[in-house]
């Protein structure tokens, strides 16, 4: 970028070491102001509002969140899948969007006789991949799970940064499932859930129980309304964990948790959810084969571990400030040669690193001071000192983000500390009792 030093290398690396000194003038942080000074955001008036794009270090830390939940997801049980963009307005006249839900999608376009919308909600597609195939209870619960664009027609005057967008990468899955599995469903994923939190070091508000409220703007059914409220209380209670009840922030078409998050004003946005849906399997006539031979209608359990992508990285940018857990920072490693004498070794460090996974860049003398240069990088979760001494001795001296020193170790045994706390998403720097 026009502004970034000469020879600077890590995109953001370059602005993204001002932030500290910012935060210090503003008490307050806003990741709006925060994801410029970083490199991860921006908007332009060319592309709209509420349309930003990724530079290569928000890119990198957005990336970093994806794969961390594939890979969750994985291990859970989940299978993923992909699925357009665009349906047939008759997708979401079936699924009830079109009636409850129109004044938030864009206008249908024409499209060789047949209207097509941009997708608010990945659910009618996981339904329709359902019963694309025949399904005994053996199968079940069947775990659908995609990252996938949708679309939402905000106004103007509600946009804002990443927290509100019109274009949205959401972690979504939809569990189908027999009643009797529903709790466990809902249990499990409010584990998921709590882990990626303490992953990310993020803190939760609250939890809330959104229940529907008066209006029309919610699908008939009391009895269903009942039962699914009953099995996500039942969830909760097993859970441990503290919720309020709030009237009126059901989805239209069935209850749900929200995992609410605050940002540094105390603004309260949902992060995560769990929702259960009686209605959408009945609308697609959803089916499984049960032991006793008959057919079955399956429950829909929805739920996203960090909700929108956008939101989740807005989120971090609040909470941390540009001090990323190691995992999600866009250089994890910076090598800090004293001299142009231990270039060698500091190049051949990284090599190492970038071959272990790591993000890693050398930044050298020519960037100026040692002090100078560790200022610059103090948003780096890892520096590694290569003086005279520690060349000799191969050996490096590693610094931790915030200042502590650690005694001088061997390049391969502290690039595999770092490594492994990577691996394991940890939110803290240092394993004190790794050995």
């Known amino acids: 970028m026009s502004d970034r030093s000469p020879g600077a290398s890590a995109p953001g690396l370059r602005r993204a070491v001002t932030r500290p000194a910012v935060r210090e003038e503003t008490a307050m942080p806003d990741h709006r102001r925060l994801g410029r000074e970083l490199d991860l955001f921006d908007t332009d008036p060319l592309l709209g509002a509420g349309l930003p794009y990724w530079l290569p270090a928000g890119a990198t830390v957005r990336h970093a969140l994806e794969e961390y939940v594939r890979d ?117 994923a409010l584990e998921l859930i709590r882990g990626a939190y303490r992953a990310m070091g993020i803190t939760p508000a609250r939890y809330r129980l959104s229940l529907p409220g008066p209006g029309g703007k919610y699908v008939a059914g009391a009895e269903r309304w009942r039962r699914s409220t009953a099995l996500l209380t039942e969830a909760l209670r097993r859970s441990g964990l503290p919720f309020e009840a709030a009237a009126g922030e059901a989805a239209f078409y069935g209850p749900k948790i929200d995992v609410q998050v605050a940002d540094a004003a105390g603004r309260e946005a949902t992060l995560s959810t769990v929702q259960v849906d009686f209605h959408q399997p009945e609308r697609f006539d959803l089916r499984y084969v049960g032991a006793d031979g008959a057919r079955h209608r399956p429950v829909m359990v929805h739920r996203s571990i960090v909700g929108s992508v956008e939101r989740a990285v807005a989120q971090l940018v609040e909470e941390h400030g540009g001090a990323f857990p190691p995992w999600l920072a866009p250089v994890q490693l910076v090598v800090l040669p004293v001299s142009a004498a231990e270039a060698a070794p500091a190049a051949t460090l990284v090599r190492r690193a970038t071959g272990l996974g790591l993000r890693a860049e050398v930044v050298g003398p020519g960037h100026g001071s040692l002090g100078s240069r560790v200022r610059a990088a103090r948003l780096v979760p890892y520096l590694a000192v290569i003086g005279a001494a520690e060349a000799a001795a191969e050996l490096v001296a590693p610094r931790l983000r915030g200042g502590r020193r650690l005694d001088p170790l061997p390049g391969g045994a502290f690039l595999a500390r770092i490594a492994g706390l990577v691996d394991a998403h940890r939110a803290e720097l240092w394993d004190e009792d790794a050995r």
């Open 72 to 188: 969750v997801e994985r291990r859970a049980g989940y299978q993923h899948v992909c699925s357009p963009v665009l349906g047939k307005r008759e997708l979401y006249e079936l699924s009830g969007h079109w009636a409850h839900y129109r004044a938030d999608m864009f206008p249908p376009m024409d499209l060789g006789g047949e209207q097509v919308v941009l997708r608010p909600s990945l659910c009618p597609h996981h339904a329709v991949i359902y019963r694309s195939r025949a399904h005994s209870y053996r199968e079940l619960p069947l775990r659908l799970a995609e990252l996938g664009g949708m679309y939402r027609s905000e106004l103007s005057g509600v946009l804002g940064g990443l927290t509100r967008v019109r274009a949205i990468q959401l972690n979504d899955a939809h569990v189908f499932c027999a009643p009797d599995q529903v709790a466990d469903e809902v249990l499990a």
